[in-house]
């Protein structure tokens, strides 16, 4: 029987959320090089991970010549030079300040299927040592939302429609003035994608969140709550602040083993 532990820990605030997260991050990327000369990273690119980039970009000792950066979902018909693309976010908060070996944006400019194959050849090329992710006021991780998420999906890379919950969300987190002006569809990493990585390291702040949170450590794995598949890892952390944590009772730090 295989070892599947999930372990939550709730922290003060934001800023001590996104510290123990960048901690544990940094230390997977330095073991990782250490072990095998490279690494490879996956980054979720939104406001909720403010925090730990702005942490991680502060660790001492973090070989970036040797990382490559890849992402998880990119809008579909949005121009390539818009600040809400998701890869030009990552440039702003991650990847200018670290310099890293290589990163490698979704080029849905391409058109939906060139990109989907372009972005599925790149996860394929080596193993992904860390991914860095948060969860949607929905329960999604990148754009797997309910109830159509597929935790089975045999395809790394696919095409979807973002629920109306997603769309929201980027009108609330200040990075669209309006819901009709966030697209319809976008390229998304999907599940067994994101659990290839070898370490997960979850941040999630915010009161807004705190349903998903909860749903996150009480609700079976099921589409209905995609987060909730994080239970299945066989190496996930994730950190919460005091306010998504806030409908746990008691409140953690928690450590419990995987639903079976």
């Known amino acids: 029987m295989s070892t599947t532990t999930f372990a939550l820990h709730a922290h003060p605030d934001r800023a001590a959320m996104g510290a123990a997260a960048a ?19 996956i980054a979720a690119a939104a406001p909720s991970q403010l925090d730990v980039y702005r942490a991680l970009t502060a660790e001492p000792d973090v070989p970036w010549d040797r990382i490559t950066i890849l992402h998880m979902d990119e809008y579909l018909d949005l121009d390539p030079a818009a600040p809400q693309r998701f890869g030009n976010w990552l440039r702003t908060h991650l990847v200018d300040a670290v310099q890293p070996a290589a990163f490698h944006p979704m080029r849905t400019e391409l058109g939906a299927q060139a990109a989907t194959e372009e972005y599925a050849a790149l996860l394929a090329e080596a193993p992904i040592d860390l991914v860095c992710l948060g969860i949607g006021v929905n ?51 999907t ?19 705190a ?31 005091r306010d998504a944590a806030s409908l746990l009772h008691p409140v953690p730090v928690v450590a419990a083993q995987a639903a079976r």
């Open 23 to 41: 901690r544990s991050a940094a230390r997977t990327l330095r073991e990782a090089v250490a072990a095998r000369g490279t690494a490879r990273m």
């Open 191 to 209: 599940i067994p994608a994101l659990m290839s990585g070898a370490h997960l390291v979850c941040a999630v702040p915010d009161a807004r969140k």
């Open 139 to 189: 329960g999604h991780i990148a754009f797997n939302d309910p109830p159509d998420a597929d935790l089975g999906d045999p395809c790394p890379v696919r095409v979807v429609q973002l629920d109306l919950a997603s769309r929201v969300q980027q009108v609330d987190d200040d990075c669209f003035d309006t819901l009709e002006a966030v697209p319809t569809h976008a390229l998304t990493l």
């Open 211 to 241: 349903e998903a949170v909860r749903a996150l450590v009480e609700e079976p794995i099921s589409a209905h709550w995609p987060c909730t598949v994080l239970r299945r890892h066989s190496r996930c952390e994730v950190h919460v602040d």
